[in-house]
């Protein structure tokens, strides 16, 4: 019989992918406020920071040189480019918590979200947020106040190819409420840690109560 580690739940990798602008970001810290159990994958980034972020806690920002180092010493689960920086998942301490049963929530892109699930089928779930409509996806990022018009129309022109891959993913929401969106978000956490290919640490309970 395995022993009682083994029957552990392992941690899941919970995905949420939008266009830029459509809200993960927000939904993401809501989550993370609302539900203890699941910890940010902080991604290591080539991208200046924003006003408010904080690295470390928001993203590791890097050089091109320190990333260029991490893909070499193979640091990353995954990387991608996106809008001209790169982006990456470091496997640090990922790897060990989620053997542990600890949750992860990544905010990646849909290049990331293949290349987790080429790698780990069964732990991965993933959340595809889509705004109610390109006009309102314009108005928040503009609203948002980060990022220049230049940069505005490049998120915008790479908005139809992201959502191109919303079929790619197993669950589709639209951010119209941000509170309903939230909820819904939270939902399909709770339920896919109940799946019964999940409760492997009940086996022992469920043959008791068969005895
Ligand atoms: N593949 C991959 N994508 C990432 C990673 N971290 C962030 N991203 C994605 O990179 C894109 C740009 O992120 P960011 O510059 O923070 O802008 P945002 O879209 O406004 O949140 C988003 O689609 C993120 O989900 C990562 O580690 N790997
Ligand atoms: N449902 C919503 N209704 C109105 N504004 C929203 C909603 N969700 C997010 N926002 C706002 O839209 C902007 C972009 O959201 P953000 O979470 O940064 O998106 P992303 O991480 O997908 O780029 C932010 O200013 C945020 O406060």
């Not at 920002?61 to 991490?70: C, H, N, R, W, Y």
């Not at 542990?100 to 993933?126: A, C, H």
């Not at 840690?193 to 043959?207: A, D, E, N, S, Y």
Request: hydrophobic share 35%.
């Amino acid at each position: 019989m395995a022993d009682q580690e083994d029957l552990h739940r392992r941690g899941l990798m919970f995905i949420l992918s939008s266009p830029s602008g459509a809200g993960k970001t927000t939904i993401s810290h809501m989550l993370l406020t609302a539900d203890e159990e699941i910890k940010l994958s902080v991604s290591a980034t080539t991208r200046p920071r924003r006003e408010g972020e904080i690295d470390g806690i928001d993203y590791h920002f890097v050089s091109e040189a320190q990333f260029d180092e991490m893909v070499e010493k193979d640091d990353f689960y995954e990387w991608a480019h996106v809008f001209n920086h790169r982006y990456g998942t470091p496997k640090g301490y990922i790897r060990s918590g989620l053997k542990e049963g600890q949750d992860f929530l990544f905010d990646i892109d849909w290049q990331g979200t293949q290349q987790l699930y080429q790698k780990d089928q069964q732990d991965v779930v993933s959340v595809f947020i889509l705004p109610p409509s390109l006009v309102e996806l314009r108005r928040r990022l503009e609203s948002r106040g980060t990022d220049t018009a230049d940069v505005i129309e490049g998120r915008m022109d790479r908005a139809r190819g992201e959502i191109s891959h919303w079929a790619e993913y197993d669950y589709v929401v639209i951010n119209d409420d941000v509170d309903q969106c939230f909820v819904k978000v939270r939902e399909i956490l709770h339920a896919e840690r109940m799946k019964r290919t999940r409760q492997t640490g009940l086996i022992p309970f469920v043959r008791e109560l068969m005895e």
